[in-house]
Each structure stands twice: as structure tokens, then as C-alpha cells.
């Protein structure tokens, strides 16, 4: 061996994972895969509380891309969180009204002893293709005999509507027609015709329904059975709405899905409780002595929706309106055509401002909101590149909207085609929210059966 001086040997460099990175190599690798110089956490980079989202500039004069919701993050998750709430009260409501409505409608209650007689009352005006069947379909009820009678008031129809009903009449003997009067100032057309019908009635129940519906033979003992059996003196039905075009889809379908997922049962039926209320025209069932009570339709003579002005007129009078489910027994077409559902919404719309003020506000605020709103918000995201928590978010209140949606709609027992329509049909909603909200600033009239009524 050399006994020489030994040769000092440099120290083994640190593992590469050990190394630092020069600033340079940094910005290297900043570039190369776009990640923001603040994630560093070194400290020749600016703080990440320097401005979320904003694009900066760091020590090196590298420039970090904006993100594509910079901005509207703090206000879109407040709106999210919101819309989330929402969402579960309106599952849990549409669950709970349609276990309750399921149980009515398998219930059988028997007729009392004795048998009440009742009126089935039908204003029509310029129905000549509706009545016939309507007339038809209420005369052969499966209901003692003599314990009924149908009276059709013919409210000047220039059609076949009251050459119609005679000729019914003289066919089926529990039918009579009466001519309408002329219509006084200050009343609504059909509060005018319903009042005349309660005059002209001998039942100790009123049964009111539209001309544009048709009924099973076991339809009137189901709804005095059911109000008998559960002591009340008001009843009214959700019937099978029929929807068989295109247009009509769009809209018809989702009326009873806004009523099940945003109005609790119990608020809806509960005696004076004023701020729910759900009456239907198309198949309402009156005590007369709750009727004369509540003033009639002559105390609601200027309100053009007047079955919900009458059932609120019912609570102040300390009634309970129970509410079924009447799809096994009544059916009814209400518009022919998107043009007729067209003008039958915005009018609706407009008769219920005038009703309650705040009618058209909450309807609009929900509608644009939370059934517009998740799928304008999925659209833009989308559109901007987003992703992340944003984009699941938004893909989680479209999904949850559509669930609730088929959960009503099934439990209705509405078809597919007519559940599958909700999409476009909450946009063509909004529309008519925004043309009731202009026509309603602009004082238009409200054009209803050929007759024109002031705004105010």
C-alpha cells in the first residue's frame, strides 16, 4: 500500500428530491404546468391572499391565467346553498303530500244515511265542443236516484253550447238548462254564472266543475263519501290534466308539481289559514250552508280566479278544504293548443295579482330562480370551461330539480313524455312570469271568454 497522503473525496450530492430549486427552475416549472406561483409557499412569491382569481404577476414576471368563475364564486355558492335548501324542503314536502294523497285515494268511504242530494253545477259559455261529453258523463253517476240533479247555465254562448244541453236534457231527466242573465257591472263572468247556479240549485251539497271536464259514473259518490267521512264541509280535486300537444306539455304538467313541492298538505287544507290556499274550479264540492257563510261567489264577485278567492273566503269562515287526489275519476283538457295555453297562463297569472299581490312575485321569484336558474347556471359554466366544486355543484341542483320533478310526477301517475317536458317548460314559465309582469306594469286588460276586464 502507498502510505502517500489519501485523496479527500467530495461529498455524495442530496437526493434529487432533496434539492432546492433555484427561482429559475421554479419558474420553469410553473410555466410548464400552469400552476399558480402563490401555491409555493415560498417567499419570493406573492401571498395568495394578494386576490383569489386575479390574474398577478410574480417576482420572475410570470402572469397566472384568471380562473373562468373568478368573481362570482362567493356569490354562486351562496346561491347554491341556498337552492340546496330549497331542494330538500321541496323533496320532503312532495314526498309527504303524495303519501298522504296516495292514502286518500285507496281509502273507499260509503255514503251516509241518509243520502245527501246533490247539485252538480256546470257555467258554460261557448263549450260546444266540450259539453256534450261533460253533460254526458255527470248525468250517468253511479248515485241513487233522485238524490242528484245537473244544472247547466248557458252564459250567452254564441255557439251550439245551449242547443247542446237542451237536446241532452230531454234524454237524461236529471239535466235542466238554464239561460244566463245578463252580466251586472262589476262582476266577473263566470262568479256571475256560478251564483246564478247556486240559486237555481236544490241540493244540500254544491258540486261546481268546469264544462271542460269528464267524469267517471263513481266520481260523485267518491267526493261526498270522502267529505262526509272526514267531516268537512269543503272538498275540492287534482283531475287528470290531459296534455296532448307539444305546446300544452310544456306548461300543463308542471302546474300540480309546483303545488305538491312548494305547499305542505296540511297548510294548504288547514281553516283559516290564509297565506296557502288551493281551490280548484274544475271540481269543487260546497256545503250550501258553508256557501251562504262564505257570501257566495256574489262576495267575490270581482275576482276573476274565483274558486281561490271563494276557498279563502271558505277559511275566513273557518272551514277546512280537503284536498284528493281525483286523477282515477276526473279528467280535463284546459287548453287546445300552445297559442290557447299560452293566453290561459299569462291570464291566470294576471287574475292572481290582482288577487294577492305578492301572487305574481313569489310565483316569478321561484320559477326564474331555482327552475330557471340551475339549468341557466349548468349552461354557463359549461360554456366558460369551468370546473370543480362550481361545475358539481351546478350539475348537483339540476340533477336533484329533476328527481323531485319525476318524484311527483310518477306519484300523479302523469306519463313520461309529459315529465321529460319540465326543462323547456320552466323557461317558457319564466317567459310568462316576464309578460304577466309587463302587461300587469302596463295596465293591458285581461281578456277572458271574449270579454275584456280592467287591469285594476
Not at 239535466?175 to 240559486?199: F, S, T
Not at 259518490?221 to 267529505?227: L, M
Not at 291570464?347 to 310565483?363: D, E, F, K, N, V
Request: hydrophobic share 45%; with cysteine.
Amino acid at each position: 500500500m502507498s502510505t502517500g497522503t489519501r485523496r479527500r473525496l467530495p461529498p455524495p450530492a442530496p437526493p434529487a428530491s432533496l434539492r432546492l430549486a433555484t427561482p429559475h427552475a421554479l419558474v420553469e416549472s410553473t410555466t410548464k404546468y400552469s400552476v399558480s406561483p402563490s401555491r409555493v409557499g415560498l417567499p419570493f412569491f406573492p401571498s395568495p391572499r394578494m386576490g383569489r382569481g386575479v390574474a398577478s404577476r410574480s417576482d420572475a414576471g410570470v402572469r397566472v391565467p384568471r380562473r373562468p368563475d373568478a368573481g362570482v364564486r362567493p356569490a354562486l355558492r351562496v346561491y347554491q346553498a341556498i337552492s340546496y335548501t330549497l331542494l330538500a324542503a321541496m323533496a320532503i314536502i312532495g314526498a309527504t303530500n303524495l303519501r298522504e294523497l296516495g292514502r286518500r285515494r285507496r281509502a273507499r268511504h260509503p255514503l251516509p244515511a241518509p243520502t245527501p242530494r246533490v247539485s252538480i253545477l256546470i257555467p258554460a259559455r261557448n263549450e260546444e265542443r266540450n259539453i256534450a261529453a261533460c253533460v254526458a258523463s255527470v248525468a250517468r253517476q253511479d248515485y241513487p236516484a233522485g238524490a242528484f240533479e245537473v244544472v247547466v247555465l248557458d252564459d250567452h254562448s254564441t255557439d251550439r253550447t245551449g242547443a247542446i244541453v237542451a237536446d241532452l236534457a230531454t234524454r237524461h231527466p236529471v239535466v235542466r238548462l238554464v239561460r244566463g242573465a245578463a252580466l251586472p257591472c262589476g262582476w266577473g263572468g263566470k262568479a256571475h254564472a256560478c251564483q246564478q247556479l247556486a240559486d237555481a240549485a236544490t241540493g244540500d251539497w254544491l258540486l261546481f266543475v268546469d264544462a271542460d271536464t269528464v267524469h267517471a259514473p263513481e266520481m260523485l259518490r267518491a267526493v261526498v263519501g270522502a267529505a262526509t267521512a272526514h267531516g268537512v264541509a269543503a272538498l275540492t280535486a287534482l283531475p287528470r290534466e290531459r296534455a296532448e300537444s307539444f305546446g300544452e306539455r310544456l306548461l300543463v304538467p308542471q302546474l300540480f308539481f309546483f303545488l305538491l313541492a312548494l305547499q305542505p298538505l296540511r297548510l294548504l287544507e288547514r281553516a283559516q289559514e290564509e297565506r296557502f290556499i288551493f281551490a280548484n274550479g274544475q271540481i269543487f264540492l260546497l256545503r250550501r250552508d258553508l256557501y251562504a257563510r262564505a257570501g257566495g261567489h256574489a262576495a267575490v264577485r270581482g275576482d276573476l280566479m274565483e274558486d281561490l278567492a271563494l276557498g279563502l273566503r271558505c277559511k275566513r269562515a273557518g272551514a277546512r278544504i280537503l284536498l284528493l287526489d281525483g286523477g282515477d275519476w276526473v279528467t280535463c283538457r284546459m287548453y287546445d293548443g300552445f297559442p290557447a295555453t299560452w293566453r290561459g297562463f299569462v291570464r291566470s297569472l294576471q287574475a292572481g295579482s290582482r288577487l294577492a299581490p305578492t301572487y305574481l312575485l313569489g310565483i316569478g321569484s321561484m320559477s326564474l330562480l331555482f327552475f330557471v336558474g340551475p339549468f341557466v347556471v349548468l349552461a354557463v359554466l359549461l360554456l366558460r370551461g369551468v370546473r370543480g366544486r362550481s361545475l358539481h355543484g351546478a350539475l348537483g341542483q339540476v340533477a336533484a330539480l329533476l328527481a323531485i320533478r319525476i318524484l311527483i310526477g310518477r306519484g300523479l301517475r302523469q306519463p313520461a313524455r309529459e315529465i321529460a317536458h319540465f326543462p323547456p317548460g320552466a323557461f317558457v314559465l319564466g317567459w310568462a312570469v316576464l309578460t304577466t309582469l309587463w302587461r300587469t306594469v302596463r295596465g293591458r286588460a285581461i281578456e277572458w271568454r271574449g270579454r275584456a276586464y280592467d287591469a285594476e
